[in-house]
């Protein structure tokens, strides 16, 4: 019997070639479609045993979160063998860093009138401003 309503094995248990029984614990959590390219990515980060062991001992309601965190940071690990999610989270903040500068450049070359509505007529933000700004000049 599947764990998951008789439509086969969970995406865990099909990854490990092995039967899904009732309450395998990662049946609720990868699908046979595509958690088994997410569990996949966790079995070869983290390893089947040691994900389970960490979901048994997180309470039921917050399984999901852990879940969806653990296959975010497997696929990262995966495609980043070094870096892992860590390398995406500091290209996101020199990001923040690189639009932090060019919002500063743009605010000091407008004229404050100019700002305020180009602001204020606009929900685009930054990609507003910068026509703004082209059209000031």
Known sequence: MSANN??????A?????????KGCIFAPYFDPDQGTAHF???HKVFGASNASKLL??????KRPDAVVTLSYEALARVRDPVYGCVGH??????QVVN???ELAYIQAHLPPSSLSQ???HSSQGLVHLRK???SQN
């Open 6 to 11: 008789g439509s086969g094995p969970c995406g």
């Open 13 to 21: 248990c099909k990854f490990l070639r092995r039967k899904c029984v």
């Open 40 to 42: 996949a990515a966790v």
């Open 56 to 61: 048994l001992r997180i309470p039921a309601h």
């Open 89 to 94: 989270i500091f290209a996101l903040q020199q």
């Open 99 to 101: 639009l932090q500068a």
């Open 118 to 120: 180009c602001l204020k």
């Open 132 to 134: 703004c700004h082209r």
